[in-house]
């Protein structure tokens, strides 16, 4: 690993540690010309499929656009990074499993839309109301009906699952 103090490319390990889900590995390094030293952060290199775009174009799949569209849902709302962070690896997993070289962006959407359900229903709005592009109030209040429907169902009978 380069040091980023002085370019010089030979730098040791002096303290390596995983994270509570061992998917990500956090390394002190240490160089041994500057001495200066720097953490560094290792994950695994997943393939996740190609995302196809409304208009038909192929994208990589970019975490940080979806990771900044939920924070925008989720702002001034008791919802914690790690939340967001949980809900995402959640999401990739699933693209991930299903083993497809592409996907639509709109699939993509709709896996983001139905864990903010769970997670808070203001910030799925939020990101519903975005996303979904909804032509007039009409459609945003048929939006709307779907999340109260089912928290008035649940309040009914609480013994049910979702």
């Known amino acids: 690993?380069?040091?980023?103090?002085?370019?010089?490319?030979?730098?040791?390990?002096?303290?390596?540690?995983?994270?509570?889900?061992?998917?990500?590995?956090?390394?002190?390094?240490?160089?041994?010309?500057?001495?200066?030293r720097f953490t560094t952060y290792e994950r695994i290199e997943e393939i996740m499929p190609l995302v196809i775009k409304k208009d038909g174009r192929r994208e990589l799949y970019v975490r940080e656009k979806i990771r900044e569209g939920l924070k925008k849902a989720c702002?001034?709302?008791?919802?914690t990074t790690s939340k967001i962070d949980e809900l995402m690896d959640r999401i990739e997993k699933d693209l991930q499993g299903m083993g497809l070289k592409e996907i639509s962006s709109r699939e993509i959407g709709y896996r983001v839309m139905s864990e903010l359900r769970n997670l808070d229903q203001?910030?799925?709005?939020?990101?519903?109301?975005?996303?979904?592009?909804?032509?007039?109030?009409?459609?945003?209040?048929?939006?709307?009906?779907?999340?109260?429907?089912?928290?008035?169902?649940?309040?009914?009978?609480?013994?049910?699952?979702?």
């Open 1 to 36: 690993m380069k040091c980023p103090f002085c370019n010089t490319i030979d730098t040791k390990v002096i303290d390596s540690r995983m994270n509570q889900t061992g998917d990500l590995t956090r390394r002190r390094r240490e160089c041994p010309k500057c001495e200066g």
């Open 122 to 162: 203001v910030a799925y709005i939020r990101f519903a109301s975005v996303y979904r592009e909804f032509r007039d109030a009409k459609e945003f209040v048929a939006e709307l009906q779907s999340p109260l429907e089912i928290s008035a169902l649940e309040s009914e009978n609480p013994g049910s699952k979702k």
């Open 75 to 79: 702002q001034k709302r008791s919802v």
